[in-house]
């Protein structure tokens, strides 16, 4: 857990204290999230509502209010539906944002009005429509709103090295899918999909029969000269 900052003061117009924190603390972030989304799924006062925007914003909610009464996360927010950096038309899912104090990790200062990293979620399996994937987890073969496809080709978070993908499992099992999802990829560089390869396989990460929990993690080359991004995904059994 981050160190409990509830002592800083905020002022009106202005933000408190510079905080540092270490590039790790992007990935304890994401723990806090894989730690919350079994307790968020098990509220009985949750809408039971199955699109993905729908979820999503009910998970900001729930994320937001916990982190504001926990110690050490209440310097966290959470919002959605953020705008690219630099991809303005495009939008990121799920973002934490600092909440009260200016952030600096590796050099660079993040306000409240930054993301610390982009979130894409993703309902498994994509629901059955005229302009969506099956394999849209990974890639739409006839577009660009894949999920790793969109981080790959630098149109989400081209100015992040950190990004993660939450699943909604609304079929299936965790296992089952990450047998899919490594046939799609696996498929993509054997066909010679321009910028697919092998590196781009989800390794397992966690696995927490319990709680319906699992994780994993993948590192993927982009375009345009970009860094690689490292990718952590979050994957929640809903039924």
Not at 61 to 72: K, N, Q
Not at 138 to 158: C, D, L, W, Y
Not at 166 to 183: C, F
Request: proline share 5%; with cysteine.
């Amino acid at each position: 857990m981050l160190a409990n900052l509830s002592h800083l003061s905020t002022q009106s117009g202005s933000l408190g204290a510079e905080v540092h924190f270490p590039a790790t603390s992007l990935f304890a972030i994401l723990d806090f999230v894989a730690d919350e989304l079994p307790r968020w799924r098990d509220r009985p006062d949750r809408p039971r509502e199955q699109s993905e925007t729908a979820l999503t914003s009910l998970l900001c909610a729930h994320l937001s209010s916990v982190a504001r009464h926990s110690e050490g996360w209440d310097i966290l927010q959470f919002r959605t539906e953020v705008p690219d950096e630099q991809q303005k038309g495009r939008k990121i899912d799920l973002a934490p944002t600092p909440c009260d104090v200016a952030l600096c990790i590796e050099g660079r200062s993040y306000t409240d009005f930054d993301m610390l990293l982009p979130i894409e979620c993703k309902r498994l399996p994509t629901p059955k429509d005229s302009d969506r994937d099956e394999w849209e987890y990974v890639i739409h073969r006839s577009g660009s709103t894949g999920g790793i496809q969109r981080f790959k080709e630098g149109n989400h978070g081209a100015v992040h090295r950190v990004g993660a993908m939450i699943g909604y499992l609304q079929a299936d099992s965790a296992p089952v899918w990450s047998t899919r999802i490594g046939s799609w990829i696996s498929e993509l560089a054997k066909n010679g999909e321009a910028g697919w390869s092998a590196d781009d396989l989800l390794q397992p990460d966690r696995n927490d029969d319990v709680n319906r929990l699992a994780t994993f993690r993948s590192s993927h080359e982009r375009k345009n000269n970009l860094p690689r991004v490292e990718l952590r995904h979050i994957w929640i059994t809903m039924s």
